[in-house]
């Protein structure tokens, strides 16, 4: 499996709870190997596997959690 890593802005986290629900919602996506959410940066980098998953579902997912994610 080849991964990419793609990196979007979210500037509607607005507490520490933000990015850990973020997380959560995106590693609970099928062909996601990693997310991180950072507060501080307002940035979600994910790593995954784009034979599975694609940034706009990624996008869709962030969505889903409550919030807008653009892509940098
Ligand atoms: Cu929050």
Do not use: W
């Not at 959560?24 to 959410?37: E, F, Y």
């Not at 979600?44 to 997912?61: A, C, G, H």
């Amino acid at each position: 499996m080849t991964t990419q890593t793609i990196t979007f802005k979210v500037d509607d986290m607005h507490c520490p709870s933000c990015p850990r629900l973020i997380q959560l919602d995106l590693q609970d996506r099928q062909g996601v190997v990693v997310a991180n959410a950072s507060l501080d940066t307002k940035l979600v980098v994910v790593e995954y596997d784009p034979d599975t998953v694609s940034p706009v579902e990624l996008i869709s997912t962030i969505k889903e959690s409550g919030y807008t994610a653009t892509t940098i």
